[in-house]
């Protein structure tokens, strides 16, 4: 029987159907689909909020919405991109890929992990529902909702913002005891940490993240809770302290944007060896990189601090250790140059992603270095040039690395179907100068001063923030071309049963084609398929 | 798949679980119950019913996956535990470290007018303590196959902590009545705060054994497969060991050494 009947056969197996089989399900494949196409809606909710913020901004002085909108929409776009879209895709792919990597037969909690999805729809809803209340507004007051600005607001949306965040923080922790428990008990035969792919040890790290870096923010986020509701004085009123919010805030809020880009430097790790030919440049030297990050991603978060008259001392302490996170990022970086050097190199669109990523996660990250030094913070704080240099970090590494990912692993998660290889080169490069186009004058106008989080600016900047607009309507066709491309492989014929991309077979290309990566079952690995340095051996021998 | 065979038959291959609809309405519970703290009793208490539903379904469907070994095999559940118990670490570490942000904040340290009665509360300190030794006893009662001295021990740590607890309850109560609120200075806030959390993890410890009682009176767990029993046993030591520091800190530092 070929693997393709099989799959067939067993799809038909007594499973229950329909919305049923969605709302009941604990198959870590089927979970991680659910959280990509809820990630994706809020991606599309996230990306309105963005346009419409791009739209005020195309002329100085209130236009398209006024301040108290302008605050509400920029807010939800934060929240929503961070905690509703490249979370839970993120998520996703870890919940599919992982176990099958490690060739466990599921998480190590599927119920659990069922619940950490679950939890998801709920938080989405209360973070949007005040937008068609009457007399109700959304967060209003940024991602972070900085005391005393949060305390302020006499609004039930602020409160429902932060149980929705309550919530997803819930659902985090539980997922990443999971994915931890996962990698360190549930591997199956011949798979070790030291050989286990690098996706994994991804997911690892970011575990480690959240499992200790959740529990503060979920402390700081009731405090603000009691403090709007039940007479507390945590961080306003007399021997309060709002600093002590930001550094429980950004205790976590540091790790998680490393978080949000150590899944996709995974999914990198993945794709740059494969479509070079080659296997990756220092396997170990890329886990290690990945788990050093994390662990100096504890010791960064008072940079987010540095113009609040924190202690001098503490200022230097943090400006070193946010210079040293560059050290594990540049290795990172250089073993992927020199995976890609001598390689025969592929250029299909999950290889596009990833080299996009490259370039445009290296220049995120340098501004980031710069941003780390405190004189050049002191000037720059609260400027343009923060928001730029965190959306080459979040839209140019994290949403380019989720494409990457999308791409390469399509005929999984669209029922063996294949994307139009053409739409997916107009939606790379719609997207890649359309997101250069949008955040790079940004560096600009915050050099010369343009404050963020501001409706109104001063007449001189009108063209540059024009230029940055129509950047952000490139990215939406580009997003549109994408569905578009989803939409008709959907209706098409062709099936795809085999590894489409060549070259080494990597662990779950491996199974897929053997026909064991079957949604709803388990996965059974009773042999110890090839190894993947020796895949890469035969390939290397076979074409010289 | 060959190393079940070198454990022997104690822990035969188990089977995955196949759908759960508990997951889904666990969601929904929670998320009801989160906004009826905000929301009041008529989001609060619906919340609540449907919680306590929810988590009777939840661990009946543990109680049938147990007879039909449905899962993903033991040592999940205490690796899972472990981290759990080293993120809860972090939040207490949030609560301590705020509430020495307090403490290095204010003029008088703690508010003059707060008395506890150390002894009092020392002895409840005692009954949560021994509620270690008792567990720890269970424990080992089960795993040399003494069920019936399991089921005694565990009953004993059952009412140990509901002793606890209930000291605590009057001990609000009694700071109640005298003025002290959440809201009537930075220390009662923390002090609050911590018992408060402190005494959630209790109540939600009970709630764990209580279910764990009743399935081993039910005939469940024996010296091969105690994973429920053993996390239990794990988890109640760390709210135990939590405890030490909440009352150097909040009760015997201030009694005699700021005093």
Same mark, same amino acid.
């Given at each position: 029987m070929t693997a393709a009947a099989e799959f067939v056969m067993k799809e038909g197996h007594d499973k229950p159907r329909g919305l049923r089989r969605w709302l009941t399900t604990t198959d870590h494949k089927e979970i991680g689909l659910m959280y990509l196409w809820?990630?994706?809606?809020?991606?599309?909710?996230? &990306?309105?909020?963005?346009?419409?913020?791009?739209?005020?901004?195309?002329?100085?002085?209130?236009?398209?919405?006024?301040?108290?909108?302008?605050?509400?929409?920029?807010?939800?776009?934060?929240?929503?991109?961070?905690?509703?879209?490249?979370?839970?895709?993120?998520?996703?792919?870890? @919940?599919? =890929?992982?176990?099958?990597?490690?060739?466990?037969?599921?998480?190590?909690f599927p119920r659990i992990n069922a619940l950490s999805f679950w939890l998801i729809p709920p938080a989405g809803i209360l973070l949007w529902i005040p937008m068609v209340l009457k007399g109700v507004s959304a967060v209003n007051v940024t991602w972070v909702g900085y005391a005393p600005l949060s305390t302020t607001f006499d609004n039930i949306g602020l409160d429902m913002w932060l149980i929705s965040l309550l919530l997803l923080g819930v659902a985090s922790t539980l997922g990443s005891i999971n994915f931890l428990v996962t990698i360190f008990k549930?591997?199956?035969?011949?798979? !070790?940490?030291?050989?286990?792919?690098? =996706?994994?040890?991804?997911?690892?790290?970011?575990?480690?993240?959240?499992? =200790?870096?959740l529990p503060v923010v979920t402390v700081a986020f009731i405090m603000l809770l009691f403090d709007r509701n039940f007479g507390t004085h945590f961080f306003t009123g007399p021997g309060s302290d709002p600093i002590l919010y930001q550094h429980l805030f950004w205790f976590f809020g540091h790790p998680e944007v490393y978080?949000?880009?150590?899944?996709?430097? &995974?999914?990198?790790?993945?794709?740059?060896?494969?479509?070079?030919?080659?296997?990756?440049?220092?396997?170990?030297?890329?886990?290690?990189?990945?788990?050093?990050?994390?662990?100096?991603?504890f010791l960064v978060w008072a940079h987010h601090m540095f113009t609040t008259g924190i202690d001098p001392r503490i200022r230097a302490v943090f400006m070193f250790n946010t210079m040293l996170v560059g050290v594990p990022t540049g290795i990172k970086v250089f073993n992927w140059l020199a995976t890609v050097w001598g390689g025969k190199i592929y250029f299909d669109a999950p290889m596009?992603?990833?080299?996009?990523?490259?370039?445009?996660?290296?220049?995120?990250?340098?501004? &980031?270095?710069?941003?780390?030094?405190?004189?050049?913070?002191?000037?720059?704080?609260?400027?343009?040039?923060?928001?730029?240099?965190f959306h080459y970090t979040m839209v140019g590494g994290a949403v380019f690395?989720?494409?990457?990912?999308?791409?390469?692993?399509?005929?999984?998660?669209?029922? !063996?179907?294949?994307? @139009?290889?053409?739409?997916?080169?107009?939606?790379?490069?719609?997207?890649?100068?359309?997101? @250069?186009?949008?955040? =790079?004058?940004?560096?600009?106008?915050?050099?010369?001063?343009?404050?963020?989080?501001?409706?109104?600016?001063?007449?001189?900047?009108?063209?540059?923030?024009?230029?940055?607009?129509?950047?952000?309507?490139?990215?939406?066709?580009?997003?549109?071309?994408?569905?578009? @491309?989803?939409?008709?492989?959907?209706?098409?014929?062709?099936?795809?049963?085999?590894?489409?991309?060549?070259?080494?077979? !990597?662990?779950?290309?491996?199974?897929?084609?053997?026909?064991?990566?079957?949604?709803?079952?388990?996965?059974?690995?009773d042999h110890e398929p090839t190894p993947l340095a020796d895949q890469y051996r035969l390939e290397k021998e076979a074409s010289a | 798949m060959s190393n079940e065979h070198a454990a022997?038959?104690?822990?035969?291959?188990?089977?995955?679980?196949?759908?759960?609809?508990?997951?889904?309405?666990?969601?929904?519970?929670?998320?009801?119950?989160?906004?009826?703290?905000?929301?009041?009793?008529?989001?609060?208490?619906?919340?609540?019913l449907i919680l306590a539903v929810v988590l009777v379904g939840w661990w009946m469907e543990d109680f049938r996956w147990w007879k039909t070994?449905?899962?993903?095999?033991?040592?999940? /559940?205490?690796?899972?535990?472990?981290?759990?118990?080293?993120?809860?670490?972090?939040?207490?570490? /949030?609560?301590f470290s705020t509430y020495f942000t307090f403490q290095r904040l204010a003029d008088h340290w703690p508010d003059a007018d707060v008395h506890f009665p150390i002894a009092t509360v020392a002895f409840f300190t005692l009954v949560l303590f021994s509620s270690s030794y008792t567990i720890h006893q269970a424990e080992k009662r089960l795993k040399q196959g003494d069920r019936s001295g399991f089921n005694k021990w565990w009953g004993l740590t059952i009412l140990l902590g509901t002793i606890f607890l209930g000291g605590q309850i009057y001990e609000y109560v009694v700071l109640i009545s005298e003025g002290h609120v959440l809201g009537s200075s930075q220390f009662m806030t923390t002090f609050y705060m911590l018992t408060g959390t402190h005494g959630l993890h209790v109540a939600g410890g009970l709630v764990y054994l209580i279910v764990v009682w009743i399935r081993s009176l039910k005939g469940q767990f024996d010296e091969h497969r105690h994973a429920g029993p053993e996390t239990a046993a794990m988890y109640w030591h760390f709210v135990d060991l939590v405890w030490v520091f909440v009352f150097s800190v909040l009760y015997l530092i201030p009694a005699y050494v700021l005093h």
């Open positions: 809820a990630g994706f809606i809020f991606f599309i909710l996230g &990306g309105i909020s963005a346009l419409i913020i791009r739209m005020e901004l195309w002329l100085p002085g209130a236009t398209v919405t006024d301040g108290e909108a302008f605050n509400e929409f920029f807010s939800l776009h934060g929240t929503t991109m961070v905690f509703l879209w490249i979370m839970p895709a993120l998520a996703g792919f870890g @919940n599919y =890929f992982v176990p099958v990597m490690i060739k466990a037969k599921d998480m190590a549930m591997r199956g035969p011949g798979v !070790h940490l030291h050989n286990m792919p690098l =996706f994994a040890w991804a997911q690892l790290a970011t575990s480690i993240l959240l499992v =200790f870096s978080v949000l880009i150590l899944p996709v430097m &995974g999914i990198l790790n993945e794709v740059i060896p494969k479509f070079s030919r080659r296997p990756i440049f220092g396997y170990k030297s890329m886990a290690y990189a990945m788990l050093g990050i994390a662990i100096v991603g596009k992603h990833s080299l996009g990523f490259i370039w445009l996660f290296v220049i995120g990250g340098i501004t &980031g270095v710069m941003l780390g030094s405190i004189p050049v913070d002191y000037a720059l704080h609260d400027s343009y040039f923060v928001v730029a240099h690395g989720i494409f990457a990912g999308l791409y390469y692993w399509y005929p999984f998660l669209f029922g !063996h179907r294949m994307y @139009n290889e053409k739409l997916a080169d107009w939606q790379f490069w719609l997207m890649f100068v359309g997101f @250069n186009l949008t955040f =790079f004058p940004q560096f600009l106008m915050g050099l010369r001063g343009m404050a963020r989080r501001v409706y109104d600016y001063p007449e001189e900047f009108t063209l540059l923030n024009q230029i940055s607009t129509v950047g952000a309507f490139m990215i939406a066709v580009a997003v549109a071309v994408f569905m578009l @491309n989803v939409a008709i492989s959907h209706f098409s014929d062709r099936r795809v049963y085999a590894d489409p991309w060549g070259g080494a077979r !990597h662990a779950e290309w491996q199974l897929w084609e053997e026909g064991r990566v079957v949604h709803g079952e388990g996965l059974i690995v | 022997g038959h104690a822990h035969p291959e188990p089977h995955l679980p196949h759908g759960s609809w508990w997951p889904f309405f666990l969601a929904i519970a929670m998320s009801l119950v989160f906004l009826g703290v905000v929301m009041g009793p008529v989001v609060l208490i619906p919340g609540a070994n449905t899962g993903t095999g033991p040592g999940m /559940a205490r690796a899972g535990t472990l981290l759990f118990i080293s993120s809860e670490v972090f939040i207490f570490g /949030a609560l």
